[in-house]
């Protein structure tokens, strides 16, 4: 019987160094230690494993922040969908064309050329979220898709979301001065704040006012004043309608001499965002966000403001800022541990990575993420996922625990094995109807439980062989809040943990 | 205490009041809505100057029957125009230059002992419970009744414990409490109701919503206060086909809703409002769509509503910046409330509320 109590949580890799699984690890004063590993993972990435917390608890801390902000790859590994450079022009015909087929009476079941585009998008970038190994690559595009809103009901272009998120990618640990002036040129963008109806002649305030409100200074910084001059700044920008690229068409640029934020001229969008880049708000923004999503619900001031001076100083590198993020005494602060809320994102990628499931459909996967109130390429409203404590409710709250109780009870023992094992046979023999119903819901693999299977449960290549304490400290970043009896089997172990409260946090 | 249980219907995006209850009568309508302005023929006239989109013809019957109430020119000082903020302002009750964090709702409910009843006071069927969020209501989010009192018995009734000072912690466990407590209260009572007279279409979720309030209603679960929402009102071109459809899924489900709590004897102890963040601009934009604008109507439903309109149409020679000014003051609606459904003085911050006597005392 394993139970764990609160001081081996408290005392963390002490504990397990002393318990002799570890002791290799401990013999490096500088080493940061399991526990600080696992936080400084769970944060940056999704789901960490115990091979991977391992790799990096040997290391000082500042070196281990080092290691994961090294070279990464700007360009996913997933193959893209054949279509996401197609342009406008292409998807229409596509649509036309199954228009046509399925107006002559025959049923023809096939996706609508747009929700089918639109499942491949998620699916595409589910698949890379959870075969990456620069997980904080993607945490960070997720970031920039929250911040930097565009969705697909607005946009309508599945194919401008994907080059949406190519650019989140560039610039992932890019630099943010860069981002900010592609944005505006952005094609999703143009479509879902109305930049492509923004004309001289009328202008569209849509895009300029989220520019001030929520993507640089924030609410009380500008004036209705300074959205009208940015608008007019803005007009002109459009996208070809075949291409679905970037286009400027100066006849509907307003060349006239606008007033933003107290500067007079005859600006551009890029002087705008010269300006907003030159103004203190914009740089606390981002960090202020940046503290919700990887540091602690609850706003330090004089620490944002040091982050924000750190991102300005750096002509907005985001390493840099990453860095210091990191190493700051808040982020390290053991109060701040379990202090997040996951994400959905985070809660069913990082599951899936943790115990190393094989799910080679991820439209499950996002329709899980969707049930839970984070459907990719579709934020709420342009404010993105409020994220934070609004993600549990009475009703995601219920619905999470059902999720992580499927993946318990009815999958999860290794590789393909229940792809032939006990739910084919126990389908057998069933009507054809109930058959597509079942494999419509939401389960990521096929198997035992791996409460009840005893010593028989065979956990995923991520876990086997490791011991009940690992287990425990790798799965959850505080003591259990319920307490269940294991008796030290892995499976039962990694089923208790994965439907204890605590997992909802990292 | 007077007691009725409200139903709120959210607009989000910003309704366009000026073509949801339009001053036909007047020729600046005309004049300055343009293209988008609807054909007098179109109107569905409630008296000599205004009329209702023929897309609420559903609700006739309500006016006709009066217990509509449909109060103009809603609004508050200083407009702000941001969709968060704006229906935050509406939310929480507050001033425009002012933020609060608890919802008027629950801000009505402080220092007042609510009666322990099903164990929860409010249950928001969409996903905005902010105008119910604060320590003195029980509040629970919930969008099938079905599952969520399935999986509630699935979860496990442990005592909860202690956050060690961890507000995500605290906040996780505070929710599970709730789910815990609200689903011992609701199971019972839900059993045993029969499904709603007249089926809603189910294919809005509009219709999916009211049909669970009509049942929480029927089942006579003792809440204050239940909340749907209808989203797409933010209409920035091309408007008229989309608005049209929208006036009508919402005109039609309003209208079942009636019915339906009139056929379970419930209707006089409702009141149902609609509310929209902000109304649109008075003229269109170039993209025959409408700007984020200012004060827009409400509609009050109930057996116990003394119909008619209420406030006055605000003037289309008198605009602010090209916007309605507001003649009533959405606090002083909710007050009104306040009173009539729950017994409750409240001024939600005005000095002096104005009295809307669009319910008998």
Not at chain 1, 260 to 268: A, C, K
Not at chain 1, 396 to 409: F, P, S, Y
Not at chain 2, 199 to 226: F, K, M, N, S
Request: charged content about 20%; some cysteine; aromatic content about 6%.
């Amino acid at each position: 019987m394993v139970h764990l109590d609160r001081r081996v949580f408290v005392t963390g890799a002490a504990a397990l160094a002393v318990s002799g699984g570890l002791s290799r690890t401990a013999r490096a004063t500088s080493s940061m230690g399991f526990d600080e590993a696992r936080h400084l993972l769970s944060r940056a990435g999704f789901g960490p494993t115990p091979a991977e917390i391992r790799a990096l608890e040997a290391l000082d801390y500042a070196g281990a922040v080092d290691k994961l902000l090294a070279a990464f790859q700007p360009k996913a590994a997933t193959v893209a969908p054949a279509w996401v450079n197609d342009g406008l022009g292409a998807l229409r015909q596509k649509q036309q064309a199954m228009a046509k087929t399925t107006g002559d009476g025959k049923a023809v079941q096939v996706q609508p050329p747009l929700q089918e585009q639109s499942r491949q998008l998620r699916n595409w970038w589910i698949e890379e979220m959870v075969a990456t190994d620069q997980p904080l690559v993607e945490h960070m595009v997720l970031f920039w898709h929250n911040h930097f809103t565009s969705s697909l009901t607005k946009t309508y272009y599945p194919g401008s979301l994907y080059q949406q998120n190519e650019m989140f990618r560039q610039s992932a640990l890019g630099n943010f001065a860069a981002l900010l002036k592609a944005v505006p040129r952005d094609p999703a963008m143009l479509l879902y704040l109305d930049g492509v109806r923004n004309v001289a002649r009328q202008p569209n305030e849509n895009f300029a006012r989220e520019l001030l409100e929520l993507f640089t200074l924030g609410e009380g910084h500008y004036t209705e004043g300074d959205i009208k001059a940015a608008a007019r700044a803005f007009t002109g920008g459009s996208i070809d309608r075949a291409t679905g690229q970037f286009v400027f068409r100066e006849q509907a640029h307003d060349g006239g001499e606008k007033t933003f934020l107290g500067q007079t001229g005859r600006f551009g969008g890029d002087e705008i965002i010269a300006i907003l880049l030159n103004h203190p708000r914009t740089a606390e923004t981002i960090v202020e966000k940046l503290w919700r999503e990887f540091v602690s619900l609850k706003p330090d001031r004089v620490e944002i403001g040091r982050l924000a001076a750190v991102f300005r100083a750096s002509g907005y590198e985001i390493k840099p800022l990453m860095r210091a993020l990191f190493l700051s005494p808040s982020f390290r602060d053991p109060a701040n541990r379990a202090a997040l809320i996951k994400s959905p994102v985070d809660l069913i990628v990082g599951t899936v990575r943790v115990l190393g499931l094989p799910v080679p459909e991820k439209t499950q996967l996002a329709r899980m993420m969707g049930g839970l109130g984070q459907s990719l390429f579709n934020p709420p409203n342009v404010k993105g996922w409020a994220g934070g404590e609004s993600w549990i409710t009475a009703y995601t709250l219920l619905q999470r625990q059902q999720i992580l109780r499927r993946i318990v009870e009815a999958t999860t023992v290794s590789q393909m094995e229940g792809m032939g094992g006990r739910r084919m046979d126990r389908r057998q023999g069933q009507p054809a109807m109930e058959d597509t119903q079942q494999m419509m819901e939401p389960r990521p693999v096929e198997g035992r439980s791996l409460r009840n299977s005893g010593s028989e449960a065979r956990l995923g290549p991520t876990l086997i062989g490791v011991d009940a304490t690992t287990l425990m400290l790798t799965l959850l970043p505080r003591a259990p809040i319920d307490a269940v009896e294991t008796r030290g089997v892995p499976g039962a172990v990694v089923a208790a943990a994965l439907l204890d409260p605590a997992y909802q946090l990292k | 205490m007077a007691s009725r249980i409200l139903i709120l219907v959210e607009l989000r995006g910003g309704n366009d009041g000026l073509n949801t209850v339009i001053p036909y009568a007047d020729p600046k309508y005309r004049e300055l809505r343009g293209d988008i302005a609807l054909p007098r023929e179109r109107t569905l006239q409630l008296d000599e100057r205004v009329g209702l989109h023929d897309k609420l013809e559903p609700l006739m019957d309500s006016w006709k029957a009066g217990d509509l109430a449909i109060l103009q020119g809603v609004g508050y000082p200083y407009q702000n125009r941001s969709h968060f903020r704006s229906i935050e302002i509406w939310d929480t009750a507050s001033a425009s230059s002012q933020t609060l964090s608890e919802g008027w709702i629950a801000q009505a409910f402080q220092g007042v002992v609510v009666p322990k009843g099903a164990g929860v006071d409010g249950i928001v069927v969409d996903t905005n419970s902010v105008p119910l969020t604060g320590p003195s209501l029980r509040t629970i989010v919930m969008q099938d009744a079905e599952n969520f009192l399935r999986q509630a018995q699935a979860m496990k009734t442990m005592p909860d414990r202690t956050d060690d000072g961890n507000p995500a912690l605290r906040h996780l466990l505070a929710v599970r409490h709730e789910v815990n407590a609200a689903a011992v209260g609701l199971r019972d009572r839900l059993h045993e109701t029969p499904q709603p007279a007249f089926a809603y279409g189910q294919e809005t979720g509009l219709g999916r919503q009211l049909d669970l309030a009509t049942r929480l209603v029927a089942a006579r679960v003792p809440v204050l206060a239940i909340k749907v929402a209808m989203g797409g009102f933010d209409t920035h071109a091309n408007q008229t086909p989309p608005h049209e459809r929208l006036l009508g899924v919402l005109a039609a489900n309003l209208a079942l809703l009636r019915k339906n709590l009139m056929a379970a004897g419930r209707w006089d102890d409702v009141l149902v409002m609609t509310y929209s963040e902000f109304g649109r601009r008075v003229r269109p934009n170039a993209s025959g769509g409408t700007d984020h604008g200012s004060a827009a109507p409400q509609f009050i439903l109930g057996g116990g509503v003394k119909g008619g309109l209420y406030g006055v149409y605000p003037s289309l020679a008198d605009l602010q910046d090209g916007d309605l000014k507001h003649t009533v003051d959405f606090r002083s609606v909710f007050a009104s409330v306040a009173q009539g459904c729950w017994g409750l003085q409240r001024d939600f911050g005005l000095r002096q509320p104005q009295r809307l006597d669009f319910l008998a005392a």
